[in-house]
DNA sequence: GTGAAAGCGCTAACAC
DNA sequence: GTGTTAGCGCTTTCAC
């Protein structure tokens, strides 16, 4: 059928193995042979069956990705997109492959890691959220599976990660908010399961504290990643009080927000959104939005994963990516 | 190291093919071992190695999901990612995986998929744009290996292929607006070169046509899918004459569209996108778009491509997947 | 109904 | 420097 690595040694009359040797560039061959077994690959158009090298090697030089379920916006979310574009370039560069499955279920989500790492099909998984006692993490120790996780983990230490400092990206959101002026600021953020709404809500309190000013319960919002759920959360902060300012998690809900505030024609009302978004910035009014360098992110976990696997010393088990505050004009 | 065939052989008291054949459910093993061999498989926490057995059965079981580059906004429209989500699910459904790659340029696109192919890492290929003279279809085609594209191909006779009736579904756009007492209508499309722009132009030439009005191409632009083309050619248009409508191939031209309009007051023109992105359900005023259904269309392309591997006999070598038009506020 | 043996395409230890 | 050989973990033909 396809040809093989046989074929190449009776082509050039050396034996497999030699085959194999100038294939892995060994320098061992000579010359001579080398030449003339690299001629036989051309002639006979050879390309190595990675599945059977896979075998012997026992790595497929392939990453899985697991990518979260259909249960929300959140993988409509472009940050998503971003993020795996910076994971195929790392890993495209280092000569991986990416596998993706979704997980339609947090059950679920365990079995299909077990399949890919059981099945021996993926060197590394990277997981795309964390949650408090995640259980997909806990299972990849036990079964001591390279790994690496966008967002911060429970167990920071000893598990590799990526993250931006997400509460201290908040902070300064709140904290640059309240300089200006603003006292009653709302607070709209994902699922509260999720670690990135925890942290960045975390920096919202922080800056409050910072600044003397006491919490109000009535402006915190934690609901799901989506444009309504934020909609609805508006209306109810807008009942309450009219703020000074809303932060969000996402811009994904700072759309819902700013359609609320547009509907009661609340243009005093400042809005600041997350993951800076292509449409951000297209918003009339602009909003204003944190930049998480969401490729980076992608890229920068690949990397921690492929030293993992390859055993490249490194220094580090994580890193923060830098976050940028853009402001445009729904910040006055 | 981890658990093998032959280990459960042994726990079970039984040869190696006899495992193997209680793992394909071979109905000429009797209960009584097969019984045993499951609590075997059992009590070792069994996994077949998919690699080894990929090898023997000169099969993957995996699929690959070539993606466009990064020099537009293409890959951040959230259609894609719901093709993806269409795909990973059947595909799953299946028993099948996915590996993505990313293309940064046209001439690489052949290099990766002659890796991919040659290297017998899977099984089929999935295309997720169309050109004209498409390289990559070529190259598909003269080595004979299983694919599907999503978009309308050249040789669509010859060819798997799921799309939707692109030419029929602008067409009713432009003919709604007609009679609806539109006559100046714009068009802004993604670049030329892709099939789906030239699709969704013969729509909206054909509707001019079938209501005797004369085309303009002043008011015809063809750029890149990004919002900010799309704002300046709407300027353009604005400059040239005030439309009675601006109709578009995809939400984000129509979100530039949108902000042209927003900044010249200019809110007696109708609009429409196409994709029917969340985003253009909150758009103030919401966007009337055209509901591609884009998970369907990564559904059937998967269909289509697992039947055409596992040579299951077909009727048909592409699908049609219908659209639906969403009229919302910014048609009047 | 079950076992023995060969082979998928490659790599690597061991010879010479 | 190069060849021989065994083996990665599985499936499948051929025996019995």
Redesign the interface.
């Known amino acids: 059928m ?1 040809v093989t690595i046989k074929d190449v040694a009776v082509r050039a009359n050396v034996s497999p193995s030699t085959v194999s040797r100038v294939i892995s560039n060994n320098p061992r061959i000579s010359d001579a042979t080398k030449e003339r077994v690299r001629a036989a690959m051309a002639e006979l158009n050879y ?6 090298r ?2 012997t090697n026992k790595s ?1 030089k ?1 990453l899985g990705l697991l ?1 979260p379920g ?1 249960n929300s ?1 959140l ?2 979310n ?1 940050f ?3 993020i ?2 910076g994971i ?2 790392y890993a ?1 560069s280092k000569g991986y ?6 997980v ?1 279920s947090d059950e679920e989500e365990v079995d299909v890691l ?2 890919l790492v ?4 993926v060197d590394g998984i990277i997981l795309t959220t964390v949650k408090d006692n995640d259980k997909s993490i806990a299972y990849l120790k036990a079964n001591n599976h390279p790994f690496v996780v966008i967002g911060r983990p429970d167990d920071d230490m000893h598990t590799y990660w990526v993250d931006n400092d997400n509460i201290n990206a908040m902070f300064n959101v709140v904290d640059m908010l309240i300089k200006k002026g603003n006292k009653k600021i709302g607070f709209i953020g994902g699922a509260h399961e999720f670690k990135v709404t925890k942290n960045r809500l975390l920096g919202y309190l922080k800056a409050l504290k910072a600044n003397n000013i006491k919490v109000d319960l009535n402006l915190i919002y934690e609901k799901d990643y989506s ?1 309504e759920a934020a ?1 609805e959360a508006s209306k109810e902060i807008i009942n309450y009080l009219i703020p000074d300012a809303i932060v969000t998690t996402d811009d ?1 809900i700072a ?2 927000v700013q ?1 609320a505030l ?2 009661n024609k609340l243009d005093t009302v400042s809005l600041v959104g997350f993951n800076n978004t ?2 951000s910035r ?1 918003k ?1 009014p602009s909003i204003t939005s944190v930049d998480i360098n969401a490729e980076k992110l992608g890229i920068f976990a690949t990397k921690l994963l492929i030293n993992q696997i390859e055993k490249i010393p490194i220094l580090t088990n994580s890193y923060i990516i830098n976050t940028k505050l853009i402001e445009r004009d729904s910040t006055k």
Chains 1, 2 share one sequence.
Do not use: C
């Open positions: 396809s390309q190595p069956n990675l599945i059977a896979s075998l497929t392939t990518l259909s916006d993988l409509l472009p998503f997109v971003q795996m574009r195929s370039s495209k492959y990416i596998l993706f499955t979704h339609d077990s399949n059981g099945s021996q099909w444009e909609y994904l759309f819902g359609r547009i509907e292509v449409l297209y009339v």
